[in-house]
Structure formats: C-alpha cells, structure tokens
T-cell receptor, first 113, second 113 residues
C-alpha cells in the first residue's frame, strides 16, 4: 500500500537551532516528492519538490531536502530556524503517472523566540 | 500572481442538507484536485479532473460528486451532509496532471451542525 510516514509529530526548537524533519514513503515505482508548509490558518504552500536529477533540492526560505532512494526518504532540513517557521509541515508523494498526492500526517513545528 | 480561488471560504450547514463548493484554478491550469482535511489530520485526496474528465478518485463518499466545467473551474457537490463531513476542503490546480506541482487554494471550511 502507498503511504507516507512522518516520524516527528511535534517538534519544539529554539531560534537558530537546526531542523531536520523525517519523511519516509512506501511506493513501488518512480515518485515525485514534495514538502508543503501550512502556517496557522493558511493554505498549503509548496516549500520544495523533487522530480529527478540532483537528489539535494533547495526550496524557499532556506529549506532543503535530500532524496535518498535506497532509504525511501526525503528529509527536510534547515540550518537555522526562525520564529516565523512555526507551522505544520507536510511531506507528500505522488507516483509517476498518477494524479493524487499522498500526504504524511504532518509535523507541527514550534520555534521559540 | 493569481492563485487558486475557492468559494465560499466558510459554510455552515445542517445535517442532511446539501452544499456546493467552488474552485477556480490558476489561469492555464487544466487539472484540478479536491482534498479533505479533518481537524488535526493530513489532507486526504478526494477526486481530480484533467481536461474536464475525472482523472483519479480517492476516498470520496458516494454522497459527494464533482465536475469540471469548460472554463476549468470545478464544483464539489455534497449531499445528505453528516457531522463527520465537517472539515477544510482544499482545491488544488496544476498545469498538467503529471510533472507539475499542485498549487493549493485557501480552502473552504465546512461546518455541519
């Protein structure tokens, strides 16, 4: 069955701390991978995406993610978080040739000023 | 830049009533997706349309139906509403179904009382 696992449901960090959010997926085929952020009361916004090529992708607001095919992982990282990064982060997978996203359960990040 | 537009933004209905949610994709986008996000949950894919034809179907109840019109806007029709239908309903659009990321609208918050 296709699924996405986000291991950290709640993360609390102080400003300037480094961030890594885990994402593992289960899918038998080529995938496209995404990270979306949802600020309180707002809609999902694309942070970054991986379709092919360099497995290290850089997104907006200083975020990056690395696709490790052998580990079926697409972890999100940021070297130094800010208070404004407080939000919920969703990892999503789409199988090549399909239309729908499968979302992980999300990680709520709280950054303390 | 133009974004995905959803209307209404908030909707309150009673049990057994019907509701119609509307989605206007980003100009030139021909693919529309509907997702349901329950409180504290990840978005669940409902249905998608490409060039006015249903392209994929997820966990959409039989009480719900949707279509995409000639101008590419889409409507989600929900009948015999139940309390459990209370959720945030997101619409997303993309330039094409494959190879492009989805852009999400602000959502319609449906409350069934």
């Amino acid at each position: 069955a296709q699924s996405v696992s986000q291991h950290n449901h709640h993360v609390i960090l102080s400003e300037a701390a480094s961030l890594e959010l885990g994402c593992n997926y289960s899918y038998g085929g080529t995938v496209n991978l995404f990270w979306y952020v949802q600020y309180p009361g707002q809609h999902l916004q694309l942070l970054l995406k991986y379709f092919s090529g360099d497995p290290l992708v850089k997104g907006i607001k200083g975020f990056e993610a690395e696709f490790i095919k052998s580990k079926f992982s697409f972890n999100l990282r940021k070297p130094s978080v800010q208070w404004s990064d407080t939000a919920e982060y969703f990892c999503a997978v789409r199988g090549s040739g399909t239309y729908k996203y499968i979302f992980g359960t999300g990680t709520r990040l709280k950054v303390l000023a | 830049a133009a974004g995905v537009i959803q209307s209404p933004r908030h909707l309150i209905k009673e049990k057994r009533e019907t509701a119609t949610l509307k989605c206007y994709p980003i100009p030139r986008h021909d693919t529309v997706y509907w997702y349901q996000q329950g409180p504290g949950q990840d978005p669940q894919f409902l249905i998608s349309f490409y060039e006015k034809m249903q392209s994929d179907k997820g966990s959409i109840p039989d009480r719900f139906s949707a279509q995409q019109f000639s101008d590419y806007h889409s409507e989600l029709n929900m009948s015999s509403l139940e309390l459990g239908d209370s959720a945030l309903y997101f619409c997303a659009s993309s330039l094409a179904p494959d190879g492009y990321e989805q852009y999400f609208g602000p959502g319609t918050r449906l409350t069934v009382t």
